[in-house]
């Protein structure tokens, strides 16, 4: 695990098995998810793979109708939207993700500050399987 | 910062022209950018001849993705006679021909051109809506195109977290509608230049026409309301805090300040020019301001010497009616939570303390996207010089305005001051 390099596809890989993991920067501490190979504090770039423990709280959410042609070909659509948020995680840094379990067509309903765990949605197969990172409330 | 910037000599204004921003079956970009240049040399009181021009830099964003041609500076060139002269596109999304500007302002300012072009342009209209979304999802960070969000997506969210943070809420998004949509009335280039209250009317003729219920709407609030009227596109970001899909093409002479007056007697002067750049949604400490706009903001003043309040009018980047009130805000202009406030009580309309977004702003005058930067000195342009007719401000002794850009999810964000003297 130590040896993969800390960029977009160490991260899409550690998604695929369930893993939400960031860099910590040996030097000064800091971590970011997903990974950076250069710490943006202290600049350096001695890094060290940080599991995320997955639980955090929502702080920005929207429902969207119309989506990209891959959320289209997941069912949703206008009258089905799906909702997208940004996640503070307990671990203090915060990450862009798919929410589940809320309903879309009510937003009132959902709530910033909501505590979230994380799932991830495991899309395709073969060559074209993706996982997307997602949460969903407590 | 090591010690304050400065230009090494003074740069000017000296003529501004667009094409009508719209969505066009029958015109090109490369026939759109010819209307804007033509206008451009007509506002030059003391003319120009085109073979006076140095350089030319372009602003442009989807083209290689929407017109599968990416080298459009030459195109462009050759289109208005300027070849062998230079010709540089530049890149920043929808900040594209904002940066134009502001390397238009280096070149002469280094000393190295007297006279220089730069303007922007786009052709988006002829794709789909779908394709239109995922080109300018180019713009945004690939973490949040994989976690499903688009820009009115983005902007959704932003104004989520402002709502929680501020206590604000939809109907003070829909004052930043309703003042757009009244200031795009007045400007004949725009690519919706009707009210909110005219379109209730034109619904309701239709409908008249038709047959069917004749719809009621107390007042426009109560339209914006109307899920039928008004739908959810990314919420809380419905069709009316949107921007369009437009075409169009926007340009600005520029020239060293030493020969400004030889093209007219009323140049503007660029005293202020700032540039940021800035984060993802995920990494931004806060997502109620723009880190880019703040920084870009601090650069522009400090050049100019001028504060907030010392600018009088300014066209912001209202891509979303979210993002028109954390412009003013980060500009200085009104406090951080504030701003929705200024706009509920009019500061921000056309006859306000602060006029924002005279012409309209991207929301009605449209959205080229590498058209809008130069688009927005456009407006200013005519402000400052009192050409600006119907929505002319009637703030006296008008001497100082700005323009905000912004690209992709506030990864590029510029400001620019202008000043008459």
């Avoid at chain 2, 870009?296 to 400090?302: D, L, M, Q, V, W």
């Avoid at chain 2, 939570?337 to 005279?358: D, F, H, Q």
Wanted: charged residues 25%; contains cysteine; hydrophobic residues 35%.
């Amino acid at each position: 695990m130590e040896l993969r390099p800390f960029n977009d596809i160490s991260y899409e890989r550690f998604l695929s098995e369930d893993k939400l993991m960031g860099s910590r920067c040996r030097k000064c501490g800091v971590v970011s998810v997903p990974p950076r190979p250069i710490c943006i504090k202290c600049h350096g770039s001695e890094m060290e793979w940080v599991d995320m423990k997955g639980k955090g709280k929502l702080v920005a959410f929207t429902c969207i109708a119309i989506g990209p042609p891959f959320m289209i070909k997941e069912g949703y659509d206008r009258r089905h939207p799906y909702v997208s948020g940004v996640v503070e995680l307990e671990e203090g840094v915060k990450v862009v993700a798919r929410i589940e379990g809320v309903d879309g067509t009510k937003p009132e309903t959902i709530r910033i500050g909501t505590p979230v765990r994380i799932e991830f949605l495991h899309r395709g197969g073969g060559e074209d399987s993706m996982t997307f990172l997602a949460f969903r409330p407590l | 910062m090591r010690g304050r910037r400065k230009l090494g000599r003074g740069v000017a204004v000296v003529g501004a022209g667009m094409s009508k921003f719209g969505m066009y079956s029958d015109k090109d970009s490369k026939y759109l950018f010819a209307e804007a240049f033509h206008e451009m040399l007509s506002t030059v009181d003391k003319g120009i001849d085109p073979k006076d021009i140095d350089a030319l830099y372009l602003g442009n964003f989807t083209n290689d993705f929407f017109v599968h041609q990416g080298h459009w500076g030459p195109i462009v060139s050759d289109l208005l006679g300027l070849t062998p002269k230079p010709a540089t596109r530049t890149e920043g999304a929808c900040a594209s021909s904002a940066l134009a500007f502001r390397e238009g302002v280096f070149a002469i300012a280094s000393g190295f051109y007297d006279v220089v072009l730069v303007g922007g342009v786009e052709e988006m209209s002829k794709r789909s809506t779908e394709e239109v979304t995922q080109g300018l999802a180019m713009a945004a960070s690939p973490y949040e195109v994989k976690a499903g969000f688009t820009f009115p997506g983005v902007f959704g969210a932003i104004a989520t977290a402002y709502f929680a943070k501020y206590g604000a809420n939809r109907e003070h998004l829909m004052n930043v509608t309703i003042k757009s949509h009244n200031n795009a009335r007045l400007n004949p280039k725009a690519q919706f230049n009707v009210s909110i209250r005219d379109i209730m009317n034109q619904r309701i003729e239709k409908v008249r026409t038709k047959g069917g219920p004749i719809p009621v709407w107390k007042d426009e609030k109560e339209f914006l309301r109307d899920p039928e009227a008004n739908p959810v596109v990314a919420w809380p970001m419905h069709l009316y805090d949107c921007c369009p899909i437009s075409d169009g093409a926007s340009c600005v002479l520029l020239a060293a300040e030493k020969i400004a007056r030889d093209f007219t007697d009323n140049p503007l002067y660029v005293v202020g020019i700032g540039q940021g750049s800035g984060k993802g949604l995920h990494a931004k400490e806060d997502l109620t301001y723009f880190e880019a706009t703040r920084y870009a903001a601090r650069e522009a003043y400090g050049l100019s010497g001028l504060k907030p309040e010392d600018v009088q009018i300014a066209e912001v980047h209202d891509c979303f009616s979210i993002a028109e009130i954390l412009h003013i805000e980060d500009l200085g202009f009104f406090k951080p939570g504030e701003g929705y406030k200024a706009v509920e009580e009019g500061l921000t309309r056309l006859n306000g303390s602060k006029p924002i977004n005279t012409s309209g702003g991207l929301k009605c005058k449209g959205h080229p996207v590498g058209a809008t930067g130069t688009g927005q000195l456009v407006e200013i342009w005519k402000q400052l010089r009192g050409e600006a007719g119907e929505r002319q401000v009637p703030i006296k002794d008008l001497r100082v305005g700005a323009t905000q850009s912004l690209g992709g999810t506030g990864g590029t964000c510029t400001l620019t001051i202008l000043e008459r003297r």
